[in-house]
T-cell receptor
């Protein structure tokens, strides 16, 4: 069975600084997808960034980038120039769409606080 | 447009009530999901409709029953719920296109069972 582990229950960053959230996963599949979702207190789950396992190039979306290490099964999220609006719960998620119905397997989440 | 809509936003119901949660997407996605999320926990999958085929998380009690009237709509019928069923219920839809896989969530329905 696939599992996703986020080892940092809480993180804090100063506004305008950079922070990295960690995620590891376990799977025996070769094709899969990885995601970071953001959930503010307003509760909407927002897709931040996605990574296809077959792509070697790390995904980037504006201030958000990932460090995808397939052999190490590691998928960390780097947030640059942190803003107050980045404060939220961040979930790392895995999906093996080809072999299942595409449901997401989530880590337990990392609560990010941004200090002004 | 990556919008998934859910109604109602909030629902309070007694243990003897029957109610329904609704979810809609117009992105042409062929898979839709119901997740349950307790406070400070990640979402847990309840049901998947993928190409009109239903898959069930076997741990979900029968007092929850999904319905997929068409590929854009997903309902969750609630009957005789328990207080421990109080949670945020999230709907999502997904697609694979050109090797890219995406899953988008609705804003959720906050359910309180009294």
């Amino acid at each position: 069975a696939q599992t996703v582990t986020q080892s940092q229950p809480e993180m804090s960053v100063q506004e305008a600084e950079t922070v990295t959230l960690s995620c590891t996963y376990d799977t025996s599949e070769s094709d899969y997808y990885l995601f970071w979702y953001k959930q503010p207190p307003s509760r909407q789950m927002i897709l931040v960034i996605r990574q296809e396992a077959y792509k070697q190039q790390n995904a980037t979306e504006n201030r958000f980038s990932v460090n995808f290490q397939k052999a190490a099964k590691s998928f960390s999220l780097k947030i640059s120039d942190s803003q107050l609006g980045d404060a939220a719960m961040y979930f790392c998620a895995y999906s093996n769409y080809g072999g299942s119905q595409g449901n997401l397997i989530f880590g337990k989440g990392t609560k990010l606080s941004v200090k002004p | 447009d990556t919008e998934v809509t859910q109604t109602p936003k909030h629902l309070v119901m007694g243990m003897t009530n029957k109610k329904s949660l609704k979810c809609e997407q117009h992105m042409g996605h062929r898979a839709m999901y119901w997740y349950k999320q307790k406070a400070k926990k990640p979402p847990e999958l309840m049901f998947v409709y993928s190409y009109e085929k239903l898959s069930i998380n076997e741990s979900v009690p029968s007092r929850f029953s999904p319905e997929c009237p068409n590929s854009s709509l997903l309902n969750l019928h609630l009957h005789a719920l328990q207080p421990e069923d109080s949670a945020l219920y999230l709907c999502a839809s997904s697609q694979v296109s050109g090797g890219r896989y995406e899953q988008y969530f609705g804003p959720g329905t906050r359910l309180t069972v009294t």
